[in-house]
């Protein structure tokens, strides 16, 4: 039998187990920026393609955006008004928004240069449209006065009037937040003494939230749902705000500690929630395990730090606002290829200049 070189294969070995990286980090971090000519951007939505929009502000002017990894950012036609805005986009590209109009603002649905006008309720005189889905489905709100009341919009084009979602009796006002692919949406219902919230069922009834969350909250409001049923949102107490998830499987999940002041708006189809403390720290929770820092699964010396997580797609992306090297600034997070790790070694002697390595792969 040949014999073997075993100087040479330990050291092939330490040559191979060097050039591993130190860390495996969960996220790369990509800066999306803010259109030209403007101060900041408000990053809102992304699809399961990667396209993401977002609204960009100066001074008293603002402009909706959309940007993809093919074209960069564009601005949302503007319809030549000075404060527009593009709030949610589904994965045929349509992107809602509103625009503004002789102090009046109107909700439209916009896909390649072609816009349609979301009306509101008849009787009322505004609309903002807050969420999209795959069916072209609109949810939000018409009017902005004490009456504001939770709106949809079927996918009729050019132009789409609002009709009013399912309200309690003794509501003051209400708001439609999101809304899945079966027609579900989710929001708040204003009663007295407390903001509650809801699911607005497509069979035209109430799901009440809020009385499945702790003893004492005041308010409680959803922010997203999935295919799944799955509901994330924010409650607060005398004292504290927390997020929430809610599920038939899992029923009423808190998530936060006190004095943090946790919220959680956006979930995804694989049970992924993201949103923010009050510790300006973007978080994304899921089930298996619990609520983490974004920051803690991204590369410490790269310069960013994530303050909150608006979006995630079914891909895992994650948007949101944050700053790098000190500027606040847009952000895209996407999830790495998994890479080993070394985490031990073991160096034995085995005879004269023998030796022996040993690594693991990393659970």
């Known amino acids: 039998m040949k ?29 999306i920026g803010t259109l030209p000519g403007s101060d900041f951007s408000l990053i809102n939505a992304i699809n399961n393609n990667g396209t993401i929009v977002g609204t960009a502000f100066a001074g008293s002017e603002s402009r909706g955006w959309q940007w993809n990894q093919q074209n960069g950012m564009n601005e949302v036609y503007g319809f030549g008004y000075d404060r527009t805005t593009a709030v949610d986009i589904n994965d045929q590209g349509f992107i809602i928004g509103s625009f503004t109009e002789d102090s009046t603002t109107k909700g439209f649905r916009y896909k390649n240069g072609a816009w349609w006008h979301l009306s509101p309720i008849p009787g009322q005189s505004e609309s903002s449209p807050s969420g999209i889905n795959n069916l072209n489905q609109v949810v939000g709100i018409s009017d902005f006065a004490s009456d504001a009341r ?17 309200s309690y009796g003794n509501q003051v006002e209400s708001s439609a937040r999101a809304l899945n692919d079966l027609g579900e949406s989710v929001g708040s219902a204003r009663l007295a003494g407390s903001q509650r919230a809801t699911i607005f069922r497509n069979n035209n009834t109430l799901f009440d939230l809020h009385g499945l969350l702790p003893l004492g909250t005041t308010f409680s409001l959803a922010h997203d749902n999935n295919e799944s049923g799955w509901v994330v949102g924010q409650f607060t107490n005398a004292t504290d705000a927390y997020g929430f998830v809610f599920n038939l499987e899992l029923g009423m999940v808190t998530v936060g500690e006190a004095n943090d ?25 899921h089930s298996s395990t619990g609520r983490q820092s974004l920051n803690d699964l991204i590369d410490p010396n790269s310069g960013w730090n994530l303050t909150s997580a608006r979006d995630i797609n079914d891909n895992g992306w994650i948007i949101g606002q944050g700053s790098f090297n000190g500027v606040n600034t847009t952000y895209l997070a996407r999830p790495t290829e998994s890479v080993p790790e070394p985490a031990s070694m073991s160096i034995i002697a085995l005879g004269i200049g ?10």
């Not at 939770?150 to 399912?166: N, R």
């Not at 002041?261 to 929770?285: F, K, M, P, R, Y």
């Open 150 to 166: 939770a709106t949809g919009w079927l996918p009729i084009l050019p132009d789409t009037p609002g009709f009013a979602l399912p």
């Open 261 to 285: 002041q946790t919220s959680l708006v956006a979930i995804n189809e694989n049970g992924q929630a993201v949103g923010s403390n009050g510790l300006a720290d973007a978080v994304l929770w």
């Open 354 to 363: 023998a030796l022996a390595v040993r690594t693991r792969r990393k659970k």
């Open 3 to 31: 014999p073997h070189n075993t100087l040479k294969s330990t050291t092939l070995a330490f040559a191979a187990l060097l050039a591993l990286p130190a860390a495996a980090f969960q996220y790369e971090v990509i800066n």
